[in-house]
């Protein structure tokens, strides 16, 4: 005798309920188990003991009722439905990624060693102008190839420089829109909030159902959801912040809307869109880790070995060299943030 | 100043201009038009704040039109209907004969880019760019080549005084300096028009002579048609040509300045003229008598009859017995007597309402 069983016969629907019991074939839930066991009928339910009317409780007075598993099952049956078609559309349209990472990777891992190295070093030079950092950045990077994760390291390198920059290039144009129509900022809010709050396991799963997870974009995705958040926000952001005075001057001397964009909004724009690109980055560093769970290259392979095999060493060395990817990128960006917050000092 | 026998022509005709922001604004003109409803009265029942009300002034080519009034009259707002950064609520803005509000966003922003040209309040140039490059803005925007953009914003730099800082940024310059910038920005789109909209407000009193001055100087040189807006009454009586005085939102006076401050319309413009420096805004030509010398007359010296009454003071040395003969060029039209000068001087009473405290 349940709890909630009078309120259904107080609603007139014995019969449809009846008919659910019928055709009861849902799973015996433990509880029931025990009550069996132990042979002893629930004791006279007291007011302290009221249980929620929740999907479980109100299924158990009337068997009608859809238990709350039946709407887990459900989502996972509806996707299970829309996935053949939405991956026929997302298919070809993420193919472009895939190649783009097997592309960077290729690069990365091909080019060899004494070419790399040098590359990066003046990549850095020409971003940050600071020797101090060049010098530091060769010191880690020479470390870590001493120690033999240069090729880990690489392919790091490759995920995130690939999808950093799909970040920026689909990220900047979304924050420009979204800074120009306050319905477009209204309707991602909530989606940027999601994307940034949903544990980033959560992503993969519905992308392990869409695609192979040999492919690379599997991961590609992942990450770009993931990242391309701040690049968004904050282009948004710098944009609804640029001077009202200045906005208002450049349409005193006959700005186009498109002149406007490119010779006002976006330049004083910059310092923030480049805090976005500098966040982007590091959530990306932190992505990439996390994807090596579906088949990402690099370090994160590592720390996943030292924690499946439990290599104590393995996974703190691998950490560490990601802690020092991390560095290495986060004073690269932050200096040229810094080199374009003094140009542009009021 | 409006020395010109002939009348200039009118410029820009602005036409019954209404104003209002708020939800509806087309409902609460109505109101105003037909049930006479005042600011206070407006924003209590129906929400909206009257901006302009009726306004209609002529801004004639060559002068500066100074529009004076307190922060909240609606002055700045006025200035952005004349180059449609703000669009009227009812009413018309003839420009060189056709009404600006008809204007595609096209032909708009033609009207900006050659025939307007705007001084903002704090400066608003823009940081990442040069000050060449800043006062170069209009023709870059017209798509001239910089080759050509640049030396013609030197040119204009050097003009206001600030050869040798093309290459710096603004944030290197003083608030000064920088609105030097502004005005060379406003001149190297070679517009006819000059929108100033308190150009002068954020800079300090001695910068601020300055700059009016070589206002004045320039307009002497380029007779642009200034629209410029202030809320200082020295500032405003020292530039106009033609001062209209706005409050709450509507005109309570408007004419040349020494009308003004002579016959002041409204206990609010007393309020307003009765601790100013007279001497300095009064002309020999309001004040003198329209009498051929006597020959009993001891005539001190000569005048010209667009001579402030200050440089005749210091000319006298304060001496109140000597009288002046007052020339218009060659011609004799009158005299002057320093006993009717140090009259004309006498304040009009501050009204006792005190409209000032508010």
Known sequence: MATYEPVFSALGLESWCASGAEAATGPTSLADLIARNTGTDAPAPSIWELPFPSMDELHEACASFPQSRALTKGLENAFLDVKDGLSLVLDPLTQPLSWFLEGALWLFQSTPWWIMIPVLLAIVMLVSRSKQLVVFVAVCLLALAFIDYYSYAAQTLAVIFVCAMLCVMLGVPIGIAMSRSDTLQRAMIPVLDMLQTLPAFVYLIPLIFLFSVTEPKLYGIAIILYAIVPVVRLTDLGIRLVDKDVIEAADAFGMTDRQKLLKVQIPLALPNIMAGVNQTIMMSLSMVVIASLVSAPGLGVLVLRGIRNLELGVGLVSGLGIVILAVILDRTTKLALARINAGQSQ | ?????????????????????????????????????????????????????????????????????????????????????????????????????????EELRKIRREQMSMVFQKFALLPHKTVAENAALALEVRGFPRSEYIPEAEKWLERVGLQGYGESYPHQLSGGMQQRVGIARALTSNADIMLMDEAYSALDPLIRTDMQDLLLELQQELQKTILFITHDLDEALKLADHLVILKDGRIVQQDEPQTILLEPSDPYIVDFVSDINRARVLRVRTVMDKTPPTDGMNIAGEIDQEDNLESVISMAEGDTRKTYLVKDGEKRVGILRMETLIKSLVPTEASDEGSRVR
Do not use: W
């Open chain 2, 1 to 105: 100043m409006s020395t010109q026998a002939m009348e200039p022509e009118t410029k820009i005709e602005i036409r019954n201009l209404y104003k209002i922001f708020g939800p509806d604004p087309q409902r609460a003109l109505r109101a105003v038009r037909d049930d006479g409803l005042g600011k206070p009265e407006l924003l209590e029942q129906t929400g909206h704040v009257l901006g302009l009300e009726d306004i209609n002034v002529d801004v004639k080519a060559g002068e500066i039109t100074v529009i004076m009034g307190l922060s909240g009259s609606g002055k700045s707002t006025l200035i952005r209907h004349v180059n449609r950064l703000i669009d009227p609520t009812a009413g018309e803005i003839i420009f060189e004969g056709r009404d600006i509000l008809d204007c595609s966003a």
